[in-house]
């Protein structure tokens, strides 16, 4: 199996508040393996990301959800922080957006607070996946099992718990992205 990514489109879902390491270093990973990497909001213009509860820098969003189509990207990796996911989940296009992922059975990667926006999706039905502990209620309302491990892969999902996670949790979605 190759660990390239070279000819894949990787969307990354994400709104103001979204943790800065969440975002910036997964994004990295796709990119040093050769992955193009495209930042979807809810909102033109730039996302304000965090530093736990710190404000950090700005990025340029590449396209609106509005706009975008999960049929031109090979996988999905949903941030967390706390703001980012609310906000998300909130948002019918997104919303649409990662369903139309799980759908389609394509790759994603979510990390700490981003299973909210799949809670919201109705698709983690049956599912097995980690988080940050705060979501475990919310994560088996929804029909799933909740784990506490550093990463976890049912399928198609790969999950992670937090910031701490986010050298197994590259490492992985670079593997199951190359497929």
């Known amino acids: 199996m190759t660990m390239g990514l070279d000819g894949k489109r990787i969307a990354f879902l994400a709104t103001d508040g979204v943790e800065e390491a969440e975002y910036v270093e997964p994004r990295d990973a796709v990119e040093k393996a050769g992955g193009t990497a495209e930042l979807i909001s809810i909102k033109s213009g730039e996302i304000q990301s965090m ?49 139309a992922f799980a759908d389609a059975g394509k790759p994603i990667g979510v990390i700490c607070h981003g299973p909210w926006t799949l809670v919201e999706a109705g698709v983690l039905q049956g599912r097995t996946l980690t988080s940050y502990p705060s979501l475990r209620t919310d994560i088996v309302n929804a029909g799933a099992d909740w784990v506490d491990e550093e990463v976890h892969v049912d399928g198609n999902l790969i999950s992670s718990r937090n ?10 979605i670079v593997e199951r992205f190359a497929g």
């Open 163 to 172: 910031p701490g996670d986010i050298p197994a949790f590259n490492k992985t």
């Open 51 to 99: 530093d736990h509860t710190e404000k950090s820098r700005t990025y340029a969003v590449d396209r609106e959800v509005a706009g975008a189509n999960a049929a031109d990207y090979d996988a999905l990796v949903l941030p967390g922080g706390v703001q980012n996911p609310d906000k998300l989940r909130m948002d019918e296009d997104a919303v649409a957006f990662v369903k």
